[in-house]
């Protein structure tokens, strides 16, 4: 009977051709992870560039009333646009005749006319007017600045291209105090005729956010910086404090000051928000290239 004799071949670790082979694969492994590793490492440790928008120095303006007053106010900076208006409640006027005088018969010969004012609480479009900053123009004083005085809110509406995270605010004139109260934009869909006739607590729930209210804004130990929480937005409203958003402030003082908030809106800045790789795709090509090189170390 013929004898079969049977070969095993056992891998030799100690062939340099080998040894070689499996060194070069796994050099070329640690340099894929190490690419991976440096490069979502990178990505999710940059820091967004602030954009800073000089209020003061429109691009365009709409809506024109005089050199000063506009409806709208444009602007542009690192490809990003901006557009400024102003909103607050407006003024009813209540006219009526009381009889001053009567005659024997008892039919009123003269009449007297009243005019009196009232605050609307409905929301409206104003003027926006630029001096050391922006303010929302309206009949009642001052009429120059964003203000809160007896109820009638004042508030910038920021409509930005794109989604942007608010960082800071540069305040011009004022006058006692800049406590100010933020809003953003969380639904579907706002087109700026959403505001009207609303009042200012029916906003929040209804496609807006509070943000936070903030004591002297620029003013004091505030140096302007808001939104710690890093909402972001591609509208924003801003004004002068306003009760019915809460009385609970956020920053360096958690206290709203004494008095009536008067002030220009002089800057704004902003950053795009950074985009992190999502964990999933990362973990994914890492252990796409492991199973590779483990694969072709066992063919060798």
Same mark, same amino acid.
Request: charged share 20%; glycine share 10%; hydrophobic share 35%.
């Given at each position: 009977?013929?004898?079969?004799?049977?070969?095993?071949?056992?891998?030799?670790?100690?062939?340099?051709?080998?040894?070689?082979?499996?060194?070069?694969?796994?050099?070329?492994?640690?340099?894929?992870?190490?690419?991976?590793?440096?490069?979502?490492?990178?990505?999710?440790?940059?820091?967004?560039?602030?954009?800073?928008?000089?209020?003061?120095?429109?691009?365009?303006?709409?809506?024109?009333?005089?050199?000063?007053?506009?409806?709208?106010?444009?602007?542009?900076?690192?490809?990003?646009?901006?557009?400024?208006?102003?909103?607050?409640?407006?003024?009813?006027?209540?006219?009526?005749?009381?009889?001053?005088?009567?005659?024997?018969?008892?039919?009123?010969?003269?009449?007297?006319?009243?005019?009196?004012?009232?605050?609307?609480?409905?929301?409206?479009?104003?003027?926006?007017?630029?001096?050391?900053?922006?303010?929302?123009?309206?009949?009642?004083?001052?009429?120059?600045?964003?203000?809160?005085?007896?109820?009638?809110?004042?508030?910038?509406?920021?409509?930005?291209?794109?989604?942007?995270?608010?960082?800071?605010?540069?305040?011009?004139?004022?006058?006692?105090?800049?406590?100010?109260?933020?809003?953003?934009?969380?639904?579907?869909?706002? *087109? %700026?005729?959403?505001?009207? =006739?609303?009042?200012?607590?029916?906003? !929040?729930?209804?496609?807006?956010? $509070? #943000? &936070?209210? /903030?004591?002297?804004? *620029? %003013?004091?130990?505030?140096? =302007?910086?808001?939104?710690?929480?890093? !909402?972001?937005?591609?509208?924003? $409203? #801003? &004004?002068? /404090?306003?009760?019915?958003?809460?009385?609970?402030?956020? =920053?360096?003082?958690?206290?709203?000051?004494?008095?009536?908030?008067?002030?220009?809106?002089?800057?704004?800045?902003?950053?795009?928000?950074?985009?992190?790789?999502?964990?999933?795709?990362?973990?994914?090509?890492?252990?796409?290239?492991?199973?590779?090189?483990?694969?072709?170390?066992?063919?060798?």
């Amino acid at each position: 009977m013929a004898r079969k004799l049977l070969i095993v071949q056992i891998p030799n670790n100690d062939n340099p051709l080998n040894q070689l082979n499996g060194l070069s694969s796994m050099h070329s492994l640690k340099l894929a992870l190490a690419g991976l590793a440096i490069a979502f490492g990178f990505i999710s440790t940059a820091n967004a560039t602030p954009i800073t928008f000089n209020l003061t120095s429109p691009d365009s303006r709409s809506g024109i009333y005089s050199s000063t007053y506009a409806m709208q106010y444009n602007y542009e900076e690192e490809d990003l646009g901006l557009a400024v208006t102003g909103w607050s409640y407006g003024i009813k006027t209540t006219t009526t005749k009381t009889c001053k005088k009567y005659d024997r018969k008892g039919a009123c010969k003269e009449w007297k006319t009243t005019t009196t004012t009232s605050l609307n609480e409905a929301i409206e479009q104003d003027y926006v007017g630029k001096w050391d900053g922006l303010g929302v123009e309206k009949t009642d004083t001052p009429n120059h600045a964003v203000d809160n005085e007896a109820g009638d809110y004042d508030m910038h509406l920021l409509s930005f291209d794109e989604m942007v995270k608010l960082t800071a605010l540069d305040i011009g004139w004022y006058q006692t105090d800049t406590d100010i109260s933020i809003l953003a934009f969380n639904g579907t869909s706002f *087109d %700026n005729s959403s505001l009207l =006739g609303k009042k200012w607590q029916d906003l !929040i729930g209804n496609g807006w956010q $509070l #943000v &936070g209210n /903030y004591y002297n804004v *620029d %003013n004091g130990p505030n140096n =302007g910086a808001v939104n710690a929480g890093g !909402i972001t937005s591609q509208y924003w $409203l #801003v &004004g002068a /404090y306003n009760s019915n958003f809460g009385n609970a402030f956020t =920053g360096p003082n958690v206290d709203k000051s004494k008095g009536n908030d008067y002030y220009k809106l002089k800057g704004v800045v902003v950053e795009r928000p950074v985009k992190i790789p999502e964990p999933g795709t990362a973990l994914l090509l890492a252990m796409g290239l492991l199973g590779l090189t483990l694969a072709r170390r066992r063919t060798i």
